[in-house]
């Protein structure tokens, strides 16, 4: 089957605690995205990278970091200087140009205690 | 500033009913997406229409775009249960979404 897989589909940790996400495709897509999805709201980009080895911050950078060093995997870190970090994050790819249809994964719902 | 503004935030119809929802943007864009999400669910693509373009149907669905007044309506016919879900608007390539319309509909 061919798709987007984000897991764990729940997190809980510790607040002062740095915790990776991860996100896999099989899509063969050059492109892939991070979102950040607050509880009645929509989504806002925080990472993108367009090719492996390379990677842009999106609208809410500050407190996250990315890497992109296969095609087939954009892990997200929340990192302890993300003041509020419980939330729900998505993940998507796409074929290649930032104007193109994206395919979003499931989502990883993160708590902060 | 948030783009892609969705109106209303929230509207509930009858099954068989049509549902019309609206969204506004501010800058430039090349397309405008939609997409549906169901309750803790990702997102899924439903239709995308160029700045080029007017109107386009998908079964269902159909997208407006008037680039002039810089808004998009997407009205589902004939709604069914299954069609609950939160509908959102993506303007590209800035990828900024609005905050959505949750529709529910009745049986």
């Known amino acids: 089957d061919g798709g987007i897989t984000q897991s764990p589909k729940y997190l809980f940790r510790k607040e002062g605690q740095n915790v990776t996400l991860s996100c896999e495709q099989n899509l063969n897509h050059d492109a892939m995205y991070w979102y950040r999805q607050d509880p009645g709201q929509g989504l806002r980009l925080i990472y993108y990278s367009q090719i492996v080895n390379d990677f842009q911050k999106g609208d809410i950078a500050e407190g996250y970091s990315v890497s992109r060093e296969k095609k087939e995997s954009f892990p997200l870190t929340v990192t302890s200087a993300q003041k509020n970090p419980t939330a729900f994050y998505l993940c998507?790819?796409?074929?290649?140009?930032?104007?193109?249809?994206?395919?979003f994964g499931p989502g990883t719902r993160l708590t902060v205690l | 500033s948030q783009q892609g503004e969705e109106d209303p935030q929230a509207l509930s119809i009858q099954e068989g009913e049509n549902a019309t929802m609206n969204c506004s943007y501010k800058?430039?864009?090349?397309?405008l997406q939609w997409y549906r999400q169901n309750s803790g669910r990702g997102l899924v693509h439903l239709i995308l229409?160029?700045?080029?373009?007017r109107e386009k149907h998908s079964g269902r669905l159909r997208v407006t775009l008037d680039t002039s007044k810089k808004s998009s309506s997407l009205l589902i016919t004939a709604s069914r249960a299954a069609d609950t879900a939160s509908y959102f608007c993506a303007t590209y390539p800035n990828m900024r979404f609005g905050a959505g319309t949750r529709l529910t509909v009745k049986p």
């Open positions: 998507a790819s796409s074929m290649g140009k930032l104007t193109d249809t994206q395919y």
């Open positions: 229409i160029r700045s080029n373009e």
């Open positions: 800058t430039s864009i090349n397309n």
